[in-house]
Each structure stands twice: as structure tokens, then as C-alpha cells.
T-cell receptor
Framework: GENVEQHPSTLSVQEGDSAVIKCTYS??????FPWYKQELGKRPQLIID?????GEKKDQRIAVTLNKTAKHFSLHITETQPEDSAVYFC??????????????FGKGTHLIIQP | GAGVSQSPSNKVTEKGKDVELRCDPI?????LYWYRQRLGQGLEFLIY????????KSGLPSDRFSAERTGESVSTLTIQRTQQEDSAVYLC????????????FGEGSRLTVL
């Protein structure tokens, strides 16, 4: 099955600086890569996703890049703010192969925004 | 409400007891996932239901864990003979089932095994 590695496990940045979280995946056929944000004590929520036919996607201060050759994708947050403090999870989804293959998550990155 | 509903929100049980956790997905969502999240840890995949396909049970950690789903409705996760290492938040999520669609998570069921 798919294996997703996520780095770093903890990231501390000064407010206003940029943050980058990186993930690698093992299944070259995976074609969907979402990112979820989980604030303390709350449920994970989708913040951005990218499909394998696109190399980059932006949504205001958040962007995701995908390198299919290297099998890695990254989340970029610019002009970080205190409300960006949370745990961020990347995930990868392989194509349908006749079973009920599910989404595989990375272990998460705890992003801390220092005032 | 229109979101994913889980019950109970909190469950404290004694080691060796059986527990059942329930998930009500969003109406019309064919895909349903169960994840386990230990304190400060990531999302550990347990099981995935998609329509009438055979469920993907590859994440269930032992034969003490089982889950059922009737059609595209409620799912129940059962843990038999609970152990202290089963203590975690159990998160349910549903999606439209396109396999590239957004997962909508419930608030989770926090299980504490004494």
C-alpha cells in the first residue's frame, strides 16, 4: 500500500515568516494529495488539495507544490499568523484498483507560530 | 445537523470490557473511514467502507477490532476485550466517495481504558 512520510514533525517560525512542510509518497500512481489542518482539540479540516495533473496550487497565503518525478509534495504558508498554529497532515490517495483503497496520512507536523 | 456525528463523545471503560463506537456520516456520502489518533500522534487508518465494495480492513490492529456499516448509513466500530493501549480518540470521516473528495471528520470519540 501507499506510504507517506512527513517532515518536520515540529516546526517553529516567527510570526510573519514563511513555513514549509514536506511529504513524500511511495506509490507513483497516487494522484490526489490533500492537506488537513487540525487545531488543538478540534477535528481535522481540509485546507487545500492538489491533483497529479497540476504542479502547483495557491489559495491566498497557502500553496501546495507537487513533484511527481521525485514523488514529493510540499505545503507553503506565507506571512504566518498566530491562527496558523496547528497540526498539519498531508495525505496521498492511489488510484482505484478494484478494492476500497483509502487515503493514507502522514504523521503530522506541529506548526508553532512564535509572536 | 449536517455534519458527521459520533457517539459517545467520551467513553471510560475498564480493561477487558467491550466498547462500541458509532458514526453517522453525512447523508449521501458513500465513503466512510475510521481513524485512530493517540495523544499527540497522527491519524492511524483503521478501516474504509466504499459503497457495496468489500471494506479495506488493512488498518485494523488486531482481531479485537471490527467494524460494520449497513449500506451507506451508520457505522459501528467495536473493540473487544479493551486494553490500555486502545486509549485514543477514534475519528470517523465521510466523503462523497470519489476517492479524491474532501473528508469530513466527526468530533471523535475519546476512549479511555483504565
Amino acid at each position: 500500500g501507499e506510504n507517506v512520510e512527513q517532515h518536520p514533525s515540529t516546526l517553529s517560525v516567527q510570526e510573519g515568516d514563511s513555513a514549509v512542510i514536506k511529504c513524500t509518497y511511495s506509490d507513483s500512481a497516487s494522484n490526489y494529495f490533500p492537506w488537513y489542518k487540525q487545531e488543538l482539540g478540534k477535528r481535522p479540516q481540509l485546507i487545500i488539495d492538489i491533483r497529479s495533473n497540476v504542479g502547483e496550487k495557491k489559495d491566498q497565503r497557502i500553496a501546495v507544490t507537487l513533484n511527481k518525478t521525485a514523488k514529493h509534495f510540499s505545503l507553503h504558508i506565507t506571512e504566518t499568523q498566530p491562527e496558523d498554529s496547528a497540526v498539519y497532515f498531508c495525505a496521498a490517495s492511489p488510484p482505484f484498483r478494484g478494492g476500497a483503497d483509502g487515503l493514507t496520512f502522514g504523521k503530522g507536523t506541529h506548526l508553532i507560530i512564535q509572536p | 445537523g449536517a455534519g458527521v456525528s459520533q457517539s459517545p463523545s467520551n467513553k471510560v471503560t475498564e480493561k477487558g470490557k467491550d466498547v462500541e463506537l458509532r458514526c453517522d456520516p453525512i447523508s449521501g456520502h458513500t465513503a466512510l473511514y475510521w481513524y485512530r489518533q493517540r495523544l499527540g500522534q497522527g491519524l492511524e487508518f483503521l478501516i474504509y467502507f466504499q459503497g457495496n465494495s468489500a471494506p479495506d480492513k488493512s488498518g485494523l490492529p488486531s482481531d479485537r477490532f471490527s467494524a460494520e456499516r449497513t449500506g451507506e448509513s451508520v457505522s459501528t466500530l467495536t473493540i473487544q476485550r479493551t486494553q490500555q493501549e486502545d486509549s485514543a480518540v477514534y475519528l470517523c470521516a465521510s466523503s462523497l466517495g470519489t476517492r479524491t473528495g474532501e473528508l469530513f471528520f466527526g468530533e471523535g470519540s475519546r476512549l479511555t481504558v483504565l
